[in-house]
């Protein structure tokens, strides 16, 4: 029984700092994006500088008060990418899906970007280790490690949604803030975009992320 209970003990040890490492190699292309109205997150998928977030961050359609004549074309005036290093740097809204709640921005970045390599969410299991990365509440680089509890869950979010989107269940905390943010397996590769608790959905253990075969297909309609 000792013995059995050491070896779990290493085994335990050896995956915490895997996950450790891959959190800390991963944390500059998770990038934080500020809005007039929100504090969200983000991450780089190519040196050019497109960064995929949510479409509810960088879209006025999710906000009552604004009366929305053209919905693709109603971005936030203004937002602004924070990298790691705490520089900041104005953002172009490329667009967005509102159905599929992805939204994609690019910044003028004069240092080599950091890269975030996707994966395949087609492949994804339940029982899986992920780290979801972000900025829950404001805080920023923020790093929280569940397993995947289901998925092809259908979950619709946004307003008017006419189709629900098929998403990858966590119990890693995902909270306000880490919207945008990679879902990360433990390859290093980013298998889902992560979505904030709905209010309907709100209690411990239950976070969610967008395939990123979904994301994949929109960014590739927009660039």
Do not use: C
């Amino acid at each position: 029984m000792i013995k059995i209970l050491f070896i779990l003990l290493i085994v335990t040890s050896t995956y915490a700092e895997e996950l450790t490492d891959i959190a800390k190699n991963l944390l500059p292309g998770v990038v934080t994006i500020h809005t007039e109205s929100a504090v969200a997150s983000g991450f780089i998928i190519d040196r050019k500088g497109h960064i995929i977030t949510n479409a509810h961050i960088v879209s006025k359609v999710w906000q009552e008060d604004e009366e929305i004549d053209d919905p693709l074309r109603s971005f936030q005036e203004r937002i602004t990418v924070q990298l790691r290093n705490k520089e900041k740097y104005p953002a172009e809204v490329i667009g967005y899906d509102a159905r599929l709640d992805i939204g994609l921005v690019k910044i003028n970045i004069r240092e080599k970007p950091h890269v975030l390599t996707l994966g395949d969410s087609d492949k994804v299991k339940i029982g899986e280790k992920v780290i979801a990365i972000g900025a829950p509440l404001g805080l920023e680089e923020t790093a929280t490690v569940g397993v995947v509890s289901h998925v092809g869950r259908p979950l619709s979010a946004g307003p008017h949604w006419e189709f629900p989107v098929n998403v990858i269940q966590t119990d890693a905390a995902i909270n306000p803030g880490n919207s945008g943010g990679p879902m990360i397996n433990s390859d290093g590769k980013v298998i889902g975009v992560n979505y904030a608790t709905t209010a309907k959905w709100a209690a411990e253990g239950i976070g969610f992320a967008i395939p990123i075969n979904i994301a994949k297909y929109v960014v590739s309609e927009l660039i």
